[in-house]
């Protein structure tokens, strides 16, 4: 796991930029810790991820155990997010209805390389349109709520992996949405890597 995970991405001379991956984290009043901080755990043994918090204010929010969060940077101050990842709470509802929460993961979700979501984080991603046209999952008591959401197909696993959108159902599978989404990046990495080593021998 502590094994170096780099991006190659191009700049405008299309020359190779290498730099850890960005994993930003939202943080917001009344989620379940475990969603975020679980998946946290596992990241941050990635030697190559830069694995931060963030949330609307800097200020601390009171989470679903009880105790209060200290986001590492808000939305004026976020830096770029290469991977975005989105937890859940009981009621996502007051993130879903607003609209600068919704407006800025949009456009961070866009210009990320990953989107992804653990339990009912995917229904405020949903809310973005990040989503559409994608296949995701969340807590199995939600089903029904991501189904006013047409454009997104809802699979009832604990890990739903549709190009470079990764989702985990229920809390404790945050734990394994992190493994997933590490096993994802380095075959993906891998692949890459194997691909340019022919390009330079030819």
């Known amino acids: 796991m502590s094994e170096n995970i780099e991006t190659a991405q191009s700049d405008k001379t299309n020359h190779p930029i290498k730099h850890k991956l960005r994993v930003g984290i939202f943080l917001y009043p009344g989620m379940t810790m475990l969603d975020a901080y679980g998946p946290l755990q596992f990241l941050a043994f990635v ?22 969060l200290q986001p590492n940077y808000d939305f004026d101050n976020c830096p770029p997010i290469d991977i975005l ?3 859940g709470s009981a009621n996502p509802l007051v993130q879903i209805q607003d609209e600068q929460v919704i407006s800025f993961l949009k456009c961070k979700g866009e210009q990320a390389q990953y989107i992804t979501s653990v339990c009912t984080g995917a229904l405020i991603l949903a809310a973005t349109g990040l989503l559409n046209g994608y296949r995701t999952t969340t807590h199995w008591a939600y089903a029904s709520v991501l189904a006013q959401y047409p454009q997104i197909t809802f699979e009832n696993k604990r890990i739903v992996i549709d190009r470079n959108r990764i989702s985990g159902g229920g809390i404790t599978a945050g734990l394994d949405f992190a493994l997933a989404l590490i096993a994802n990046i380095r075959a993906g990495l891998s692949f890459v890597k194997s691909l340019n080593q022919r390009k330079s021998r030819s």
């Open 47 to 68: 030697s190559s991820f830069e694995t931060f918090t963030f949330a609307k204010t800097s200020t601390l929010l009171p989470c679903d155990a009880g105790v209060n």
């Open 85 to 87: 990842l989105v937890p």
